[in-house]
Structures are given as C-alpha cells and as structure tokens.
Nanobody
C-alpha cells in the first residue's frame, strides 16, 4: 500500500514555470512512477514516467523538451519541472505508481495547474 500526495500546483502566466512534487509514503524506490494530467472535459493523459533509479524517462510528445521528471529515492519523492507552460497545460496533475503488471494502480488526488494567457 502506498499513499501519494501531489503539491506545487498553482496559477501562472503562459511562458512561466512550475515544479510539482509527489510525496510517497510506502514502497517507492523500486517502482516506476508516472505523471498524468486531466484537462477540463478531457480524458486523463500520460505526461511522463521515470523508472526506479531515474535512468529511464519518457515523455509525451506534447511536453517533450519542456518538462523534466526526476526522483529522489532517499526522500521518497518525485518531481516534475515544467517550463514554457502554455494554456494547453492547464489541468489536474496526478502522480501514480506503476505495478509490475505495467498498470498504474496507485494514484494521488492531484494538484491543479492553471495557465493564464
């Protein structure tokens, strides 16, 4: 069992930056972790993932080159540095833990990110 808590969301102008954090209480260091987001009226979509030691990362095409996912296993934390934000990045951002079955089963409650024009 793991609890995931996201933080760092807020309201910023287009072109700005935010850094999201995901705090995990429970097993963390051996798991691939992911970031997802859900915009109003849209389905939740994949944003980024990072493997257990940070050696492998993957991004959606829409954020590649602007977002960076990192983790600190000593602190049970994962981060998402978001630069060059656009209004299309508005949404609720969730962190999730991936099981060995490659399914993201454990989710946080999300943090709201709003980008103004």
């Amino acid at each position: 069992q793991v609890q995931l808590v996201e933080s760092g969301g807020g309201l910023v102008q287009a072109g700005g930056s935010l850094r999201l954090s995901c705090a995990a209480s429970g097993p963390f260091r051996h798991y691939t972790m992911g970031w997802f987001r859900q915009a109003p009226g849209k389905e939740r979509e994949f944003v980024a993932r990072i493997n257990w030691n940070g050696g492998q990362v993957e991004y959606s095409d829409s954020v590649k080159g602007r977002f960076t996912v990192t983790r600190d296993n000593a602190k049970n934390m994962m981060y998402l540095q978001m630069n060059g934000l656009t209004v299309e990045d508005t949404g609720v951002y969730y962190c999730a833990r991936r099981r060995d079955t490659y399914e993201y089963v454990d989710w946080g409650r999300g943090t709201q990110v709003t980008i103004s024009p």
